[in-house]
């Protein structure tokens, strides 16, 4: 008997009709590379945590950065591990034009000048506090972070970072920091905001890469609570108004549903952090031989644009770029 029913399956039939009917595709354009600068390597150092991601120093950033841009990577996140001693409450290391993470800039983009460089502005890698803003009694001030804030992202500026992202999440710092960057003549320089940043488990590798674990208490009191999305909408509308260029979700995987309300709900450009927790699950299990670790690598990739981002920052890029590019 004849059945009248409808046949998907006559798309997936081989490999052809299923390219020439895919909705999603991942590109190396939709990539940014988290990348790590220390003083306190000499060379490279890999990070424990973190599989085949390393702590460069500023020379060995360079040859990093050349063999990515080979690759068709151009786009690269950069953040500083410096020593304890140069940490404070203040995190004035932040826009010393002589210290690591200022002149690994002005070096990138001397020797680079086609990289686009994105530089985070945060205080946890310089404070001796491990927080994202200035403490007192054991209390996180806003206003009085905001003024920091500024000045790192005015320093980067003016040092050549093309895009500054603030990860802090400190209420108004966008709106503050645009002001400051057009007030010094810093028109073109992007904001990437960290709009939505959950206080999430996800983070731990990212902390021991850069040493920079709260030293008491919990981020909390400024990051996002994990069970709330409408919250995230009242968060994309505010760094919209004060001026953002592109909106963020972090992380990526466990909140693909506030990836995909971004996207209903903003014209802007969308970004997803696909965080150190989430590679060091997938690289973990794939040295256990649990699963198949690129096949894993690209479905997680794939689902992230599925959901809506059109930026996904993660320690997968160079690695995909090598299997994806290089064919």
Avoid at 69 to 76: D, E, N
Avoid at 144 to 151: A, F, M, N, Q
Avoid at 217 to 239: H, V
Avoid at 271 to 280: C, D, P, Q, T
């Amino acid at each position: 008997m004849k059945l009248n029913i409808r046949r998907p399956r006559r798309n997936r039939k081989n490999a052809v009709i299923r390219n020439l009917v895919q909705e999603n595709f991942v590109s190396v354009n939709d990539l940014i590379y988290p990348l790590f600068v220390s003083s306190e390597v000499k060379d490279k150092q890999e990070i424990s945590s973190m599989p085949g991601i390393y702590r460069f120093s500023k020379d060995a950033l360079l040859f990093e950065v050349e063999e990515c841009l080979k690759l068709g990577l151009s786009a690269f996140a950069l953040f500083p591990h410096i020593s304890e001693n140069l940490k404070n409450n203040e995190a004035s290391e932040s826009w010393n034009d002589k210290g690591l993470y200022l002149s690994t800039i002005s070096l990138l983009k001397k020797n680079f000048p086609e990289a686009f460089i994105i530089t985070d502005v945060a205080m946890d890698p310089y404070s001796n506090y491990g927080h994202d803003g200035v403490v007192k009694d054991n209390e996180i001030l806003n206003d009085e972070t905001l003024e920091i804030l500024g000045k790192m992202a005015l320093a980067q500026a003016q040092i050549g970072a093309n895009m500054v992202a603030p990860s802090d999440m400190m209420d108004g710092r966008v709106g503050y920091i645009r002001k400051i960057l057009d007030e010094n003549g810093f028109t073109n320089v992007s904001i990437m905001a960290y709009t939505a940043k959950y206080a999430s488990g996800f983070y731990g590798p990212f902390r021991d890469a850069l040493d920079s674990a709260p030293k008491f208490g919990d981020k909390k009191t400024y990051q996002m609570n994990p069970a709330n999305s409408r919250e995230a909408l009242i968060e994309l509308e505010l760094d919209t108004l004060e001026g953002a260029d592109i909106v963020m979700v972090k992380p990526a995987l466990s909140y693909l549903d506030i990836i995909h309300l971004f996207r209903q709900n903003s014209n802007l450009p969308v970004a997803a952090y696909n965080v150190s927790g989430e590679y060091a699950m997938v690289k973990a299990a794939g040295q256990k031989n649990w699963i198949d670790e690129k096949r894993v690598r690209d479905e997680i990739l794939l689902s992230i644009k599925r959901a809506g981002a059109d930026i996904i920052l993660t320690y997968f890029a160079k690695e995909w770029a090598k299997d994806n590019v290089l064919k």
